[in-house]
């Protein structure tokens, strides 16, 4: 009696756990049942577990029957001939999605020449292993595999020609690689895939070397001539969005140049940009503060009259206005309605992006690495031939990680942008090695790829050869641009006047616990209470109940209110989060008591 | 040799050192130069005031800490023995745990045994056995009234065990029943007659748990060859049953259960096991900490006389300061006891003082300046 779960629910039980099993696979290769359906029959717990539910990965696989893939050249020339489709073989039980449970019941062979007897399906492509961004990895099968997950990981992240309409797209935080270029060498998966249809990268020319020390520590040295050129070069977009909301008692919002005397106007100066209709102008240039949509508001409280002006006058001003650090130029302005039919204005902000130290690149090999250095074309080394790299990458960065494919794609670039061909590099059904690097010694060059190259500030040549040649790079999203941040002084929060924290509200950097005991460990003691200074405040104590005194600054008299006038108060220094405490023990009825004592 | 006036300025090691190490025939002014120079040099070494120990061995050790891997070390042999390492093993010391979770002993013996002579039958002999051990099966005969217990014959040889052993074992502990042995089964009849059946499983379960042979605790025992001699090194620690024994050297044998050595040897051997188990735990990793860093956190754990953990219960909650044990752990508790006993806090310590942002009295927040005014006429 074996036990049966459909979809992890108990079904019942079967006597012929086998039988059973071959039947429920024989009638969905028949279309009988449903074919998102998979069976696994676990012998150790004598358990068969069926599953139709959402969420599961699956991939397909060409069934083998005594020894033999079901998969014929009949069947191929009909596909080529387009009389027959995938979903066409699906359904004829040649080909069946199997999800990881029913995969353990299986035994796969890779390649056509070795399926025998025993063997139940047969791999597609080898390549079918991989994901989607892991087959777009040229020569995978070469790399470690966390460096291949890391490749795909950081194929994500970078920025190409995400959308063709994203010129009247609203997205928010996107963006668009200037000149985005087809791999040199790419693998199947980039013409299944339509990549030439949405690149994220471009063909450069790479140089393994190290230069004075800035690329250490995976960093990479860029060509300020290529960035001249445009390599690397994109578009940032930022919509920034109003909305005229109502309010209860027929109230509304209003999107228009703020008046002078509504509450909390800034100054001229920062709603100069805004047209009559209080929206900003295509093309203009902004800079952080500016208005780019001016709106005010009806007052909070409708009871409030305690102020005594005219009514357009408690009006509140709540523009929206460029955050802190924005700079760009009003790409797109659009003026339409939402669901509930209120008024809604979108500006999208446009800021160009040129590389900078700081910015994030990697080829598709996980070998991220961030821009140290930023080199005139002249001082760049150069080889015979007149080549200036466009990017020169640590030597260090290769033995650790073991990422072969790297420098084979490397060759494979140099050949395939010398011979004017795109180099199939796909994992496993590669172009091999050995005939690439023929053609390139064909071409004139060493067959392994490494040149010598000169010095740009003097001429010499380098003794050492060096491995160069034409890679795919990326450029990924995390640009420094949006991340750079440093503060003297600032905003502090209301309750505690400490910094805020985070770039967004121009924070402070957080001088922590285990960073203050670095202070005390080196007795740093007056350094320490100058770093912790952010907060404090001079606070007038009672000496006779201890207690905090208040301070009258018009009569300038400080005064206990439980004491009176007529009592010793003393000024003391100390942090505003220590106050808080003590108000926090009085609201909870315990007596905090300062008992003051003479400095000297 | 060597003048009281230099002996009380110098520590007793270093002038035993010295008095070693100047040759006889050296002329007084010479010794006093050599003496003036090791005054120098040892005043020099010593740490100055305010300076801030405890947070340095807290970073020296801390820091090492977080690169800590590997936390059992797997002794191999007839019988497998895990023993806790790595940072599970630091923090079970540092926090002072009655119930350590692998303790261990390394049992040194006397000659000729520590020689190897008859190490294996030693061994045996500490190693605790039970009834279950050499049993196979053990079942309540109902018409008869009996426990019968099958019993391993080869385990039995094994271990060296006679029936008359068996017998005499049995005896005592499970009281009203008459032991005979037939045909390798333990037979153990109920003298009265009336007793429950209830009672009949209860004893069941206690002649299970009946100890043999062995001392209390020890689960493992290993005869390993360590440098010229032999020693036993067991899982399960009695300290107290084991250096009764005639052939441990009892000067050398010791645990790791630092309580256990508490109450045996005293604060002083405790303390100098801290030590000892904590730069064990630190060198098996490869890491270098100086030994005063341990040493000062072993003083600070034993300072009051008894072994005490470096967790809100041991050490912190002997700080003079309600706002320090209110900043380390369950403020609420410190903040409402001070409240109900009136408790003044004299901020003469690091915390408060950052608390309050004022300078803490630590390397240069240290010396205050005092001016002598001079009274008025």
């Given at each position: ?26 009638e ?17 717990s ?39 489709s ?5 359904k ?12 353990e ?9 070795d399926?025998?007897?025993e ?5 597609i492509?080898?390549l079918?292993?991989?994901?989607l ?9 070469f790399?470690?595999?966390t ?11 970078a920025?190409g020609?995400?959308?063709a309409n ?8 996107v ?9 040199l060498?790419g ?34 040295i ?12 994109s578009s ?7 909305e ?26 920062d ?33 409030s009259l ?5 009514a ?15 700079v760009?130029v009003?790409d ?73 494919a ?38 004139g060059?060493?067959?392994?790829g ?7 500030e ?31 002084r ?6 505690t006047?400490?910094?805020t924290?985070g ?13 203050k005991?670095t ?27 201890g ?6 600054e018009f009569?300038?008299?400080s005064?206990?209110?439980?004491c ?14 220590f ?22 | 040799?060597?003048?009281?006036e230099?002996?009380?300025k110098?520590?007793?090691s ?5 008095e ?8 007084d ?31 020296s050790i801390?820091?090492?800490g ?16 895990n ?15 009655k119930n ?20 294996k039958q ?6 605790e056995?039970?009834v279950?051990?050499?049993?196979t ?24 065990i ?5 017998l ?19 037979i ?13 499983y ?12 062995g ?15 032999y ?8 300290l ?21 050595i508490?109450a ?29 860093h ?6 600070t ?10 967790t809100?219960y041991?050490v ?15 403020p ?23 608390m309050l942002?004022?300078?803490?009295p ?16």
């Open positions: 009696m074996t036990e049966v779960y459909l979809n992890s629910k108990f079904a019942g039980n079967v006597d012929n756990a086998t039988e059973f099993v071959e039947s429920i696979k024989e969905r290769r028949k279309s009988n049942i449903t074919g998102n359906l998979n069976v696994h029959f676990n012998e150790n004598d358990k068969i577990e069926i599953d139709v539910s959402r969420g599961r990965a699956r991939r397909p696989l060409i069934i083998v029957k005594n020894g033999r893939p079901l998969l014929t050249e009949e069947h191929i020339q009909k596909l080529e001939k387009k009389e027959m995938w979903s066409d073989l699906v004829e039980g040649i080909i069946e999605y199997l999800d990881a449970a029913e995969e019941n299986t035994y796969v062979a890779f390649f056509e020449k399926v025998t007897a063997h139940t399906h047969l791999e492509s080898p079918a292993m991989t994901g961004a892991t087959s777009l990895v040229p020569y995978g099968n790399n470690q595999s460096r291949l997950n890391a490749g795909s990981k950081n194929q994500k992240q920025l020609f995400y959308a994203f010129a009247v797209r609203m997205d928010m935080d963006n668009i690689l200037h000149t985005p270029q087809v791999p060498v693998t199947i998966m980039h013409e299944i895939a339509g990549y030439d249809k949405h690149p994220a990268g471009q063909n450069i020319v790479v140089a393994i070397m190290s230069f004075k020390g800035y690329n250490m520590e995976d960093a990479i860029l060509n300020q001539g290529s960035i001249d050129r445009g390599l690397g070069r940032y977009f930022r919509p920034s969005t109003a005229e909301l109502r309010y209860a008692g027929g109230l509304v919002d209003e999107i228009s140049v703020p008046d002078k005397d509504v509450k909390g106007y800034k100054s001229e100066q709603y100069r940009l805004l047209e009559g209709d209080g929206i900003i102008y295509p093309e203009a240039v902004i800079a952080e503060g500016d208005v780019i949509i001016g709106k005010t508001s009806p007052p909070r409280f409708l009871s305690d102020e005594y002006s005219l357009s006058s408690t009006r509140r001003e709540s523009s929206v206005n460029a955050k802190h650090g924005e760009g009003i797109f302005v659009c003026i339409t309605e939402n669901e509930e039919g209120n008024k809604l204005v979108q500006v999208r902000v446009r800021d160009q992006r040129m590389p900078e130290i700081g910015d994030k690149f990697t080829s598709r090999h996980g070998q991220k690495g961030v821009v140290g250095l930023v080199v005139p074309q002249q001082d760049m080394p150069f080889s015979a031939s007149g080549i200036v790299p466009d990017l020169l990458f640590s030597p260090h960065g290769i033995p650790s990680r073991m990422t072969i790297h420098l084979i794609e490397l060759v494979a670039g140099k050949t395939g942008a010398l011979s004017g061909r795109h180099i199939n590099g796909t994992t496993f059904d590669a172009e091999p090695e050995e005939r690439i690097r023929k053609e390139l010694q064909e071409l060059f060493r067959e392994n490494s040149e010598t190259l000169y010095n740009g003097t001429g010499e040549a380098f003794e050492a050869k060096i491995f160069i040649g034409d890679m795919y790079y990326l450029k990924l999203k995390h640009m420094v641009a949006n991340k750079l941040h440093s503060r003297a600032g905003p502090i929060q209301l309750l006047r400490q910094p924290e770039r967004a509200k121009e924070g402070g950097l957080r001088l922590g616990e285990m960073e005991d202070f005390v460990a080196h007795g740093a003691s007056l350094l320490l209470k100058e770093r912790f200074d952010s907060d404090k405040t001079i606070v007038p104590i009672c000496e006779e109940c207690l905090i005194a208040i301070k009258d009569k300038n008299k005064y206990c209110p439980l009176g006038e007529n009592t010793p108060i003393s000024n003391i220094e100390i942090s505003y989060a106050k808080l405490m003590l108000d926090e023990f009085k609201s909870l009825g315990i007596y905090p008591k300062l008992q003051l004592k003479g400095k000297y | 040799m060597i003048p009281k230099y002996q009380d110098l520590s007793k270093i002038v035993d050192e010295l070693a190490n100047i040759p006889s025939n050296s002329s002014a010479k010794i006093k130069k050599i003496l003036d120079a090791t005054v120098a040099e040892y005043q020099d070494a010593q740490v100055e005031a305010g300076e801030s120990v405890g947070v340095i061995s807290a970073e801390g820091e090492p977080t690169q800590m891997t590997l936390n059992t070390f797997h002794f191999a042999g007839v019988a497998e023995m023993v806790t390492m790595g940072l599970p093993r630091i923090i079970e010391i540092l926090d002072g745990r350590i979770s692998t303790p261990m002993m390394e049992i040194f013996l006397k000659k000729p045994w520590s020689t190897g002579k008859d190490i030693l061994a045996r002999l500490i190693k056995t039970r279950k051990e050499i049993a099966e053990i079942a309540i005969n109902i018409v008869e009234r009996t426990i019968e217990i099958k019993l391993d014959s080869e385990q039995m040889k094994a271990l060296s006679t029936e008359a052993i068996l005499k074992a049995v005896q005592k502990p499970v009281k009203g029943y008459n032991n005979k042995i037939k045909d390798d089964v333990l153990m009849k109920m003298k009265g007659k009336d007793d429950s059946l209830n009672d009949l209860k004893a069941k379960e206690k002649v299970k748990e009946v100890q043999i042979r001392v209390k605790g020890i689960t493992q025992v290993l005869p390993v060859k360590r440098g010229e001699e020693i036993i090194i067991t899982a399960g620690s009695n107290k049953d084991i250096l009764k024994m005639e052939e441990v050297d009892e000067t050398r044998t010791t645990s790791n259960d630092i309580f256990e508490e045996t040897f005293g604060v002083e051997a405790a303390r100098q096991s801290i030590i000892n188990e904590v730069y064990k735990v630190i060198e098996s990793q490869g890491l270098n900490v100086d030994i005063r341990i040493m000062l956190v072993a003083d754990m034993c300072a009051s006389g008894k072994v005490k953990g470096i809100r041991g912190v909650s002997e700080k003079a300061s309600v706002l320090a044990r209110a900043s380390f752990e369950t609420i508790k410190h903040i409402i006891n001070a409240a109900l006993i009136g408790e003044v806090d004299k901020l003469n310590s690091v915390v408060e003082n950052v942002n004022q300078p803490i630590i390397g240069t927040g240290l010396p205050e300046l005092i001016i002598k005014t001079r009274k008025k006429e």
